[in-house]
């Protein structure tokens, strides 16, 4: 970690050299002395930060360095935020002032004071590794700061659905429990330590086909160690309670108690099935149990537990399947899957020795799926025999190093060792994850944003976007195996991740011992620091200050802003301030000022989910957070939240999240932002002069809700490095399209396009045609207006891959022509997006579609199909079509349907599909399905 760091340091600095810079004062030979002491660090660091285990002195030394190193990476920004400040001011002109002058030259003289001591302490440091006997290692990937990146990752993502090996047998037994009407006991559990897989198994066990014809309804929710109990019983309302019986904004009012009510109806009436993974402790149960009727013989609940007291005391007749470790042949056979990714018969195309090597690897693994599953992630990117050899080798001296040598101890190693093998770029990218709450969905765009604000990602592309750079790190995590994939996106891209719970130790451990970050965790009254299982507080740098820190909220509290940062002296170094809430807190103007005016280098600030009784209007002192680069107010409950014009002076500012907000209002400064990249707005933003121009901001990739009120259709011209454009204005539709087709101007790298109506009374049709003209390279669009017509198949975008459409009210069949779309994976045909009794789907057509939503189209009776139409067709969803009959008998043949979602139709419909049902035959093919 201190080599990422100091790495960071180097390409700053060289930016900084080689830019337009007027150096003052003589601080240009200052700054390349600097990064010349830096380079010499750097090739001992790489053997520093590998041998950190073999002594408290050596982590001592390392600990040292990485905040000298922050230290000068906060006097560099300041450095750079000058010098960008003259550069966008009329400050030259004021310096004629003599008063100004001197100014500068007194700030400039003390900065100069600054780098000299800073390059002194790590002249001093270089020199004393030869004291521990740290190599100087001149490699090219630590020299010149660059991170050799795969060319090739692999995409296909196993992950979501997980290779099950070794797993069959007891999920059959499970399956065969849970259907057996004769079964008295409603609860079944599945117990054993992290890693053996108890997810995995429930997983398979809640799409089996055999299970999903037998329940009614379902329902998933993950509990985890915290068990937040109103979060758990309204993830098991949505799931369970139709919203033809409860509204989902009713189920975000009910209490507690009125939950409980409404899932034990619904189980009583039902046949349920209700998994309640990770659960931890006999308390949650007691708490949740309320809700399940468990005498009721109909409803069937399954938990998974590390810990089996929870199962036996919430049931004395539960049956308690334990997950085993695998066998030698079944680690094997999982191990193949990922070391060798590439290869459909590896043992006849692997070297025979490579092959023994793994083998004797492997027992170290201890039959654990989850460490197999990270050996293996981590050897796929050992291609010789000779790096296979060094991973063995480090293999066994990281656990001669332990203190144990029991079985989960030298399991707890390989894990250890898949973080000790990561390049340097990929540390503190893994560190970061660790703020995340336990089992989180974790959204990769902000993720990603994050990583840039905090300068983990390289700045100095040259022919990638730094974005980009950012994207090929975090599949390299996937691919190691270190991070899931939860979501995967139309285009292939990862959109949500996840830790696994072992993984987030990890993570917690590692960013304890490098002092990356600090979690708070508020529960009722008290406060913990959350870095282990044990919840041990955190162990400070030398000089006790917290780099970045993630307050988690359990429940509202005014207070909990100021008492969380007492330690003013500790926090003043703060880079990133996180509320990783769960429930929402409220704020007070006087505790944002607070924040404002003490953490002056903070890079991010991300108070997503906060609330003011009052309309809330920004310090004005937030122009102090030169270095900020992530704002986020994104989803604040808020009457008006009102922006201070000192935000213009936010120089480095990338991202600005506004958006899932009521209100805002947004003076006309944001122009002046001329490195923001991402720009999320609320639907409804004003200011006081009506006026608010963008064309200035040509780094802008993302941009949600443009003002078409406020800001020329002319300045959305300008942005042409947009990715993703997202209108909610449809007055303003027609009017882009014509400035695209009279202007000749495209937006060529566009790549998602969203048009939204937030206008009522807005009911005029649009055309889409010349507003595709000037987007000829999106993959995705989102139509939520009503359309004149279709453009012709040649007219889209042959690149578009998602399309939805919804309130478009197409009186003629969308599917001639939707079908001769090359490309198309996913078709979404939402709430009146067609108005027609029949659609009718060509042999030919959709050759690439995978899956198809068909929501809320109140007048189709009839659905025909061609065989040969949807070859490719994985996902189907029906709900709230009450008119259509049936399903194309053309289905029966649809090989590739894996997954049927039949939802809110008429019963009559839904039992058709039941087993024994006249239309059974057409289904029963299909793995997972849910009526």
Avoid at 12 to 33: P, T
Avoid at 132 to 150: A, F, H, L, N
Avoid at 650 to 677: C, H, M
Wanted: with cysteine; aromatic share 8%.
């Amino acid at each position: 970690m201190a080599e990422a760091v100091v790495s960071f340091l180097v390409e700053r600095l060289a930016n900084l050299l080689v830019g337009e810079v007027k150096l003052w004062c003589g601080l240009s030979g200052q700054l390349e002395d600097l990064c010349t002491e830096l380079k010499r660090m750097q090739r001992f660091l790489r053997d520093a930060d590998a041998r950190q285990d073999e002594g408290e002195m050596i982590q001592a030394h390392l600990a040292m360095i990485r905040e000298v190193a922050y230290d000068a990476a906060d006097i560099i920004d300041t450095f750079a935020f000058k010098i960008a400040s003259q550069k966008n001011s009329n400050l030259r002109k004021s310096l004629k002032r003599h008063s100004c002058v001197f100014k500068e030259l007194v700030e400039f003289h003390q900065l100069g004071s600054e780098l000299e001591a800073i390059k002194s302490k790590i002249s001093s440091f270089t020199l004393s590794f030869h004291q521990y006997g740290m190599k100087s290692i001149d490699e090219q990937e630590v020299s010149d700061g660059t991170y050799k990146r795969q060319p090739e990752l692999r995409r296909s993502y196993s992950h979501i659905e997980e290779d099950v090996v070794g797993f069959e047998e007891d999920i059959k037994k499970l399956v065969e429990e849970l259907v057996d009407e004769k079964k008295t006991c409603p609860l079944v559990a599945i117990c054993g330590m992290g890693g053996l897989g108890k997810t995995t198994i429930a997983k398979k066990v809640y799409h089996n086909v055999n299970v999903r014809h037998h329940f009614d309804r379902f329902a998933w929710v993950y509990v985890s160690r915290q068990c937040q109990v109103t979060n758990v019983l309204r993830g098991m309302s949505y799931k369970l309670i139709s919203f033809s019986d409860v509204g989902r904004d009713q189920i975000l009012k009910l209490t507690n108690e009125e939950l409980v009510k409404e899932i034990y109806q619904i189980m009583q009436k039902k046949k349920c099935l209700v998994i309640l993974d990770a659960i931890w402790s006999v308390e949650a149960w007691n708490r949740l149990s309320p809700a399940f009727p468990l005498r009721n013989g109909r409803s069937k609940i399954l938990i998974t537990s590390r810990v089996q007291e929870v199962a036996k005391r919430a049931d004395p007749g539960v049956l308690i399947h334990e997950a085993r470790s695998l066998d030698e042949e079944q680690s094997w056979q999982l191990f193949q899957k990922k070391a060798f990714p590439q290869r459909d018969e590896p043992e006849l195309h692997v070297h025979t020795n490579i092959v023994e090597l793994g083998k004797k690897m492997l027992r170290r693994c201890a039959g654990l799926p989850l460490a197999i599953t990270v050996l293996g992630g981590l050897l796929a990117k050992k291609h010789s025999l000779h790096e296979w050899e060094l991973v063995n080798e480090n293999l066994n001296l990281y656990l001669r190093r332990g203190k144990s040598y029991d079985e989960f101890s030298e399991v707890s190693k390989v894990l250890a060792l898949s973080y000790q093998e990561l390049p340097y770029r990929l540390k503190p990218c893994f560190l970061y994850l660790s703020h995340f709450p336990d089992d989180s969905d974790i959204p990769t765009r902000k993720l990603i944003q994050m990583w840039m604000a905090d300068g983990i990602v390289s700045e100095d592309a040259i022919t990638e976007e730094v974005e980009d750079i950012a994207e090929t790190y975090l599949y390299e995590l996937i691919d190691r195996c270190m991070v899931q994939v939860a979501k995967v996106g139309s285009t292939g891209r990862v959109k949500v991740c996840r830790l696994h719970d072992l993984m987030r130790e990890l993570c917690l451990l590692n960013a304890k011992r490098e002092n990356f970050f600090e979690v708070i965790h508020q529960q009722n009254e008290s406060m913990s620091v959350e870095y282990t299982s044990s919840s041990t507080p955190p162990v400070l740098a030398a000089n006790g200050r917290i780099r970045r820190l993630a307050l988690s909220v359990d429940r509202k509290d005014s207070k909990f802003v100021l008492p969380s940062l007492t330690r003013t002296e500790a926090c003043s170094h703060l880079w990133i301030l996180l509320y990783s809430q769960v429930r929402r807190f409220i704020v007070k103007d006087r505790q944002l000022k607070h924040v404002f005016n003490n953490f002056k280098l903070l890079r991010v600030l991300d108070l997503q989910g906060m609330e003011s009784p009052v309309p809330l209007k920004l310090p004005k002192d937030i122009e102090n957070l030169i270095h900020l680069r992530f704002l986020s107010f994104r989803n604040v409950s808020v009457v008006t939240l009102e922006l201070p014009s000192s935000i213009g002076n936010l120089k480095f500012l990338q991202t600005l999240d506004l958006s899932k907000n009521s209100l805002a209002v947004v003076p006309n400064v944001i122009w002046k932002i001329e490195g923001l990249r991402n720009l999320y707005l609320p639907r409804c933003c004003y200011n006081f002069t009506n006026k608010m121009q963008l064309g200035n901001l040509r780094n802008l990739q993302i941009l949600v809700n443009f003002p078409a009120e406020m800001s020329p259709v002319m300045d959305l011209l300008k942005l042409t490095n947009l990715r993703k454009l997202e209108l909610s204005d449809p007055r303003c539709f027609d009017e882009v399209g014509k400035s695209f087709k009279t202007s000749g101007t495209t937006l060529s790298r566009l790549q998602s396009l969203s048009l939204k109506n937030t206008h009522q009374g807005f009911t005029k049709e649009i055309s889409l045609t010349e507003l595709l003209l000037g987007c000829p390279h999106i993959h995705k669009l989102h139509v939520e207006c009503k359309l004149m017509n279709l453009p012709t198949p040649n007219q889209f975008p042959p690149s578009i891959s998602k399309l939805s459409l919804e309130d478009s009210e197409l009186e003629e069949d969308p599917m001639p022509i939707l079908g001769k779309l090359p490309n198309l994976n996913i078709l979404c045909l939402i709430r009146r997006a067609y108005l027609g009794n029949e659609m009718v789907c060509s042999g030919r057509g959709f050759p690439q579609l995978k899956s198809l939503v068909l929501n809320h189209l109140d007048n189709l009776k009839e659905w025909k199909m061609d065989i040969g139409a949807m070859p490719c067709l994985s996902r189907l969803e029906i709900s709230d079509c009450d008119k259509l009959m049936f399903l194309p008998r053309e289905l029966e043949f649809a090989t590739c349907l894996q997954q049927l979602e039949i939802k809110y139709m008429p019963f009559q419909f839904k039992k058709k599909f039941d087993r024994g049902g006249e239309e059974f035959h057409i289904i029963q093919h299909v793995c997972q399905v849910v009526l």
